[in-house]
């Protein structure tokens, strides 16, 4: 408590000194219903909550999973976005009846979609929280029909979606295998990342859970990088490291290998790949802004290399004088990749207490490959997973702090001006309904224009950017 306070003061008055080159008022705003920034909205008296967006290969059909159904739009046109079909799948009354029973709320019990996916160039794949009892289902996709599994029965979705439809989770595929991070059980306090689906000599794999692999975590979103061969996952969680704050939450970025296979005694069908590292949206002497709200990548200029990846982050902060506000970091997988190859913590089993490691490095964690290394090598990448150093923002500063917003997405795409140069440009959604449009210049982030998305403000729970449209 006396470091919180000794902090918030430091912070107080740094802020007053720091100077402000970015330009963060909108310079033109469309309000809704003005011409020069038409919008399409699509809307359904029998359709609501919906979550999971994900966008066809040719940008022109966007699938919606929702409640107690998957919509798929044609969003080819540029004035309409039009319903092709709707999949219903919902809980039967008994399924509801027996979710009431249980005590949960009639409005909570029905199909949350919460995983949508392609799977491969013929199915797509679904999970939904099913009255507090998730399940899984192939799609076809050409006649967009919920296909029943070979074995007759529901496919069991725990592990791969959560329970509670107010629980974040994460999941992406990579070549027909799901990857994801969730909470695995009712009650919700047994997080897990994990693989299902496993091809060919791959065995599903999940963490170890007896070493507080993870603290209580919010799964933000998850990230394929082909070139590293590994998945990345953003999330945030309960920083243990940090003993001297109650509860002082951290964000984090974790790995594993896709070409993980386990252990062969120790570490069995339990990831040899794992690790995880701080994320820190900080710049010197200031509190950090250390709660994750979402990401995304942008992928490096043509022909920079993959190290230049950047993901841009939108984060809050736990603490009040900070609070209302948001700021943007934008990391570098290069930066990534050498926390992740740096030295790890150590932490003692008896006191749950991280420190420095002090003995021998016996094994690179998170280097893929392990599965064959020795018993005493992975019982060391097994009990080494969390980075000593952290990954800091590039530049070690934001890219950007809203003093008055409180940012809930972003999305990035990088585009070329009429001068011939590449400009970074964000799309940052705010709680009030408005769209952000900020472009990123050397001297600061400046919002080119907002657009009112929303007439009355309401959570959104998602945004992609069509890069066809
Ligand atoms: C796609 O996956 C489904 C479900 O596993 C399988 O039945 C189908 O044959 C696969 N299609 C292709 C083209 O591999
Ligand atoms: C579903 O939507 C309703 C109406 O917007 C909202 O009140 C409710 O909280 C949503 N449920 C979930 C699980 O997000
Ligand atoms: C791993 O070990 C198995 C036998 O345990 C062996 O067949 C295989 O070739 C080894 N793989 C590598 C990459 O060394």
């Known amino acids: 408590m006396e470091h919180q306070g000794l902090l918030s003061i430091i912070v107080v008055i740094l802020g007053v000194m720091a100077t402000c080159v970015a330009r963060l008022t ?41 409640r107690d159904a998957v919509l798929s739009l044609d969003v080819s046109q540029e004035d309409a976005i039009v319903m092709r079909s709707k999949l219903d799948w919902s809980p039967s009354e ?40 998730p399940r899984c289902t192939y799609i076809n996709s050409e006649m ?7 074995s007759g029965k529901p496919e069991e979705g725990r592990g791969r979606c959560p329970y509670d439809p107010y629980q974040r989770n994460s999941a992406i595929t990579v070549d027909g295998e799901l990857y994801t991070g969730t909470v695995a059980d009712y009650m919700g306090n047994r997080p897990v990342i994990s693989r299902h689906l ?12 007896t070493l507080g692999w993870l603290e209580d975590p919010t799964f933000i979103s998850s990230n394929f990088v082909p070139s590293e061969e590994k ?48 994320l820190l949206c900080q710049s010197d002497h200031e509190l950090p802004y250390n709660v994750i709200q979402d990401i995304v990548t942008l992928p490096p200029p043509e022909g920079a290399p993959v190290d ?31 926390v992740f190859a740096g030295n790890y913590k150590v932490l003692n089993r ?45 530049g070690r500063s934001l890219t950007m702090v809203s003093p008055d917003q409180h940012y809930s997405h972003v999305v990035t795409q990088r585009v070329q001006a ?52």
């Open 350 to 394: 008896d006191t749950l207490r991280w420190s420095m490691r002090v003995q021998e490095k016996v094994a690179n964690p998170g280097e893929c490959g392990l599965h064959n290394a020795s018993d005493n090598t992975l019982r060391f990448v097994k009990e080494n997973f969390l980075a000593d150093d952290s990954v800091h923002p590039v």
């Open 26 to 66: 909108p310079r033109v705003s469309f309000p809704m219903g003005t011409p020069g920034r038409s919008l399409s909205h699509f809307d359904s008296s029998d359709v609501g909550n919906t979550t999971t967006l994900l966008l066809s290969d040719d940008g022109d059909t966007l699938f919606v999973g929702a």
């Open 198 to 209: 496993s091809e060919g000599s791959h065995v599903d794999l999940k963490l170890d859970d």
């Open 94 to 133: 008994k399924d509801l009846d027996e979710c009431s029973m249980k005590g949960k709320k009639k409005t909570d019990c029905p199909n949350f979609i919460r995983v949508l996916q392609f799977l491969n160039s013929t199915h797509m794949y679904a999970c939904g929280t099913f009255a507090f009892s």
């Open 231 to 278: 998945i990345y996952f953003f999330f945030s969680e309960v920083g243990r490291e940090y003993d001297f704050i109650d509860k002082f939450t951290v964000s984090r970025i974790a790995q594993v290998c896709t070409s993980d296979i386990g252990g062969h005694r120790t570490l069995q069908r339990r990831w040899t790949t794992f690790a995880k590292a701080q």
């Open 418 to 469: 009429a001068n011939g140069k590449d400009y970074t440009v964000l799309f940052l959604l705010t709680e009030s309904g408005y769209l952000h449009k900020a472009v990123l210049l050397e001297k600061g982030a400046h919002i080119i224009e907002e657009i009112q998305v929303f007439e009355r403000p309401q959570p959104v729970k998602n945004l992609l950017l069509s890069h066809d449209h």
């Open 308 to 338: 230049d990846t950047l993901f841009f982050g939108i984060f809050s902060s736990q603490w009040s004088v900070n609070s209302g506000q948001s700021a943007v970091c934008a990391f570098r997988l290069g930066d990534i990749k050498a």
């Open 144 to 150: 967009f029909s919920l296909v029943m599994s070979p």
